[in-house]
């Protein structure tokens, strides 16, 4: 019975840690994501969950259509080498990415290889991959994946496109045309939106008070503001941000805890091919981030869209009443030379809200530290010393940037911790042994210290002895010679 009960427990054990083994495998087998940026018929391709091991990865992608289809890549350097073969099959077209660098292809587990241009609108159904990938780190030593998934963010036959209206009639459809144009009324409405989208609700005012002209003359006017109260994921129809940069007016987009504000009065542009914009920040979490901030990092965050902002924009972001009157610092993280680009600085409002001007959605970090300063000053003294910083580095203009580390992967961090702990057992046991010795050694010499005490003794005692019987002998023939005299 003892015997039965040990079999069922070994058997249990080992399908428990395979189990786990397939598990870890599969959380470290990386991913493809295709998903649309806006533009008409443009779709990025990015790789999720690569390790910072990576340098160079085949895979492909078929895609429902008998067109040539271009790849616009991401990353232009000239030391890469960056291929994408078409091929036709059953009226469709299958292209195979090849991508080798001389860096690690992430810095941060995700990278975006390219977009692809179609030649007319595609929906989820329209993607699909065999699921092969195959990468190789800097050794050229290669990983065969069979079971890499797709992951697809589009817009179904633009059904889910986000609107919003600025007229002041009751029919929304949806979109706004060049002839919706607010009229000079305060207005608040909520716009109807097609079915599987949220609701957004806009209001327009307008503001009365002085202006700066071009010629920094101070005159009366009236601004036109248009605020959406807008949900997170939820899509903007682009007409609206290019109706307000032709009638001049300023756009808000209140998400809750932080809020877009687009200033169409002092010009812009929304290309022709933009359907769309994705405004939503997806708040981050990278230890490589913190590292590099030297743990001064607030915040972390990414913005959906990804690209020049239509006209001039800023970001009012929450960071805690704790902060007012602090100033701090954004930063661009520029994942493909994995350094970090102060560009702007702001002092925290009493309400715990600060105010950053972005001119380009992409991943940006908040710090209660100038690292660049510090940065910079450290360049000086390795220029002076002939000695290069780790941590600092130029950008192509010349700009001080912080260098980022990559961004290693569950199992990676895991192996790390294995080794740090691993390290700190192998110096806690030599501090022991080196204790046990100095406590042996101590004990030695204390040993030897009473052994020779005890000698002292002896040797004391024997001299005592003697020198008594010395004394003794001496009295005695003291005696006899009296007694014959």
Not at 134 to 163: A, E, R
Not at 249 to 274: C, E, H, M, R
Not at 278 to 295: I, R, V, Y
């Amino acid at each position: 019975m003892n015997l039965r009960k040990f079999l069922v427990a070994g058997f249990t054990a080992v399908m428990m840690a395979g189990f786990g083994a397939l598990v870890s495998s599969a959380a470290s087998v990386p991913n493809i994501q295709v998903r649309s940026n806006g533009a008409e018929n443009e779709y990025e391709v990015t790789l999720q969950n690569v390790s910072s091991e990576t340098y160079g990865v085949q895979f492909d992608l078929t895609v429902d259509s008998d067109k040539d289809i271009t790849v616009n890549w991401a990353d232009g350097d000239s030391g890469n080498v960056q291929k994408a073969v078409q091929t036709d099959s059953n009226g469709k077209t299958q292209i195979t990415f090849y991508v080798s660098k001389l860096r690690p292809l992430s810095n941060s587990s995700n990278v975006q290889v390219a977009t692809i241009v179609t030649d007319r609108e595609l929906n989820s159904s329209s993607f699909a991959t065999s699921g092969y990938m195959k990468t190789v780190n800097q050794n050229q030593k290669s990983t065969v994946y069979q079971d890499v998934m797709l992951d697809t963010k589009l817009t179904p036959d633009g059904s889910n496109n986000g609107s919003g209206s600025d007229n002041s009639s009751g029919n929304n459809s949806g979109s706004n045309s060049g002839n919706n144009k607010p009229s000079d009324t305060n207005q608040s409405q909520n716009t109807s939106r097609p079915s599987g989208s949220q609701q957004i609700t806009v209001s327009q005012t307008n503001t009365t008070g002085k202006q700066e002209t071009d010629k920094n003359q101070t005159t009366e006017g009236t601004q036109k503001t248009l605020a959406i109260t807008i949900e997170q994921g939820q899509q903007l129809d682009a007409d609206i941000l290019r109706n307000a940069i032709e009638q001049k007016i300023s756009v808000t987009l209140q998400y809750g805890n932080y809020q877009w504000t687009f200033d169409g009065a002092n010009g812009g542009s929304v290309p022709d091919k933009q359907k769309f914009y994705d405004f939503s920040l997806e708040m981050l979490s990278q230890h490589n981030l913190t590292a590099a901030a030297e743990g001064s990092d607030l915040l972390q965050f990414a913005v959906q869209y990804q690209g020049q902002m239509p006209c001039p924009a800023s970001l009012t972001i929450t960071v805690g009443a704790d902060y007012a009157g602090q100033t701090l610092y954004l930063a661009y993280y520029d994942e493909l030379a994995a350094t970090l680009q102060k560009t702007a600085e702001a002092v925290v409002n009493q309400d715990g809200t600060v105010v950053f001007p972005i001119e380009n959605a992409a991943k940006y970090i908040v710090t209660s530290k100038d690292l660049w300063t510090a940065a910079a000053k450290t360049e000086e003294m390795s220029v002076q010393t002939s000695e290069q910083s780790q941590s600092t580095a130029l950008d192509l203009s010349g700009n001080v940037v912080v260098t980022v580390p990559p961004m290693m992967t569950e199992e990676e961090l895991e192996a790390q911790e294995a080794a740090q702990e691993t390290t700190e057992n192998e110096e806690i046991s030599t501090t022991d042994e080196s204790e046990t010795l100095e406590q042996n050694a101590q004990s030695d010499s204390e040993k030897q210290s009473q052994e020779d005490s005890k000698a002292v003794v002896v040797i004391a005692s024997i001299a005592v002895v003697i020198l008594f019987g010395a004394v003794i002998a001496f009295l005695f023939v003291r005696v006899a010679n009296k007694r014959r005299a």
